[in-house]
């Protein structure tokens, strides 16, 4: 059977003879230039994939804490706040006075009656710190003039020493006269008259010189005494500003006692700054509630962030950290950095856990070095404080969009 056969002739007639031609499709003149940002479009996406990154965040909370911890300050007993000498921020030291407390004495006493007493305490110590010092300038002066004695001694032995040495010349001089005139004698030269005059000259230079010995072993012995004095001297007034100083000693505990009863001095335990002031003047000091506390010297504020043990997996140390502090928001003062710089091993349970934040499930604490102690807000610095609460956002791993998207495939991959 031919086509002739299957077709009515009119079918065939129609095709053979047909008055239009075969369709010419017309491309339209804006297809190449929507072409070619569709491939520019595609070749874009392919290179943000590849080379475009993304970090994967856990997002987690905490709050700050000093890394040398906080020194908490209580009042030892109950009393009424009369003077409070630090400010927020004051860096204080060891012994500087934070508080001043009145209390209740528990004496049948009246407060004029305790005042006179105490009164008459500092008149007596006063009095008594009066004559130490008197006594201390008679004593300089007694023994400045025990000194100038001994001085004058020294040199009165000097000159005698010079005057016996030169009478010693003089009796051995005339020792040797008399020795001459008496050989003389014997061959009748002189006569004994002249013997006897020489005779007499050595004796009377004899007792000169005796009688300057003599003035030299009372000079001696007069400035043995003077010594024995001056040492004396020291010890006796030692002796005297020893008991003095103990009755002042005495008298001012019995006044360190009687302000005790009344007042009650709260000192900085350590160096450091004031920082959380929960006490003012004038309010009733709770021992069992701390009136401030003090981030010692030397302590950086870090922040201790409770990862949930769920997204513990990937977060290792020197890991950075962005921190967005609560009282701080970040749509206007931004976010701060930090780094990890430990990460506990322990879990921590909501039912144990004594933190200023609560705990929703279990978490691991991990400690967050700042790179800035304070926050920039409204052109000045201002310094954080312990205890704040804080958002961040660990920054676990930062990979290829690719990567990314085809993460499922390497990890089936790798499991295979």
């Not at 996406?45 to 209580?74: D, N």
């Not at 004031?274 to 709770?286: H, P, S, Y």
């Not at 509630?289 to 922040?303: E, F, K, M, V, W």
């Not at 879990?347 to 144990?352: G, Q, T």
Request: with cysteine; net charge neutral.
């Amino acid at each position: 059977m031919n086509e002739t056969g299957l077709f009515r002739s009119q079918a065939l007639a129609f095709k053979r003879d047909r008055p239009l031609g075969e369709a010419i499709g017309i491309a339209s003149p804006a297809l190449p230039l929507l072409t070619a940002l569709a491939s520019a479009a595609a070749l874009a996406l392919i290179a943000f994939a590849c080379w475009g990154e993304y970090t994967r965040k856990a997002h987690v909370s905490g709050y700050l804490a000093p890394s040398m911890g906080l020194i908490k300050v209580y009042a030892p007993q109950s009393g009424t706040i009369v003077e409070k000498q630090v400010a927020e921020g004051q860096s204080v030291k060891a012994g500087d006075t934070l508080y001043v407390l009145s209390t209740e004495s528990g004496s049948k006493e009246t407060p004029q009656v305790q005042t006179a007493a105490l009164e008459q305490l500092r008149q007596r110590r006063d009095s008594l710190t009066a004559e130490l010092n008197q006594r201390a300038e008679l004593d300089r002066i007694e023994y400045q003039a025990l000194l100038d004695r001994e001085q004058g001694l020294r040199r009165e032995l000097q000159q005698l020493d010079g005057e016996i040495a030169t009478q010693q010349a003089r009796v051995e001089g005339s020792a040797t006269s008399a020795d001459r005139f008496r050989q003389l004698a014997g061959k009748h030269f002189v006569s004994p008259v002249q013997i006897q005059q020489k005779q007499d000259e050595w004796l009377d230079n004899q007792g000169k010189l005796q009688a300057l010995q003599r003035n030299r072993l009372t000079a001696q012995r007069d400035l043995q005494a003077t010594q024995t004095d001056i040492a004396g001297s020291r010890l006796k007034f030692q002796n005297q500003r020893a008991a003095i100083e103990r009755n002042i000693s005495e008298l001012n505990q019995k006044i360190t006692e009687s302000e005790s009863r009344r007042t009650i001095v709260i000192s900085a335990p350590g160096d450091g700054t004031v920082t959380a002031i929960l006490a003012e003047r004038g309010q009733v000091a709770n021992p069992a509630n701390p009136l401030l506390s003090i981030l010692p010297a030397g302590a950086a504020l870090r922040a201790q962030l409770m990862v949930p043990s769920s997204a513990i997996g990937f977060v290792e140390t020197d890991q950075t950290v962005l921190i967005r502090y609560q009282a701080f928001p970040y749509q206007r003062f931004g976010s701060y950095s930090g780094r990890i710089v430990e990460i506990a091993k322990t879990l921590i349970s909501p039912k144990d856990a004594d933190l200023p934040i609560e705990l929703q499930e279990p978490a691991y604490r991990v400690t967050v070095a700042l790179d800035r102690q304070a926050v920039s807000a409204y052109k000045q610095e201002m310094p954080l404080q312990s205890g704040m609460r804080l958002d961040a956002d660990i920054c676990l791993d930062t990979r290829r969009l690719i990567d990314w998207v085809f993460d499922p495939l390497y990890s089936l991959t790798g499991r295979v």
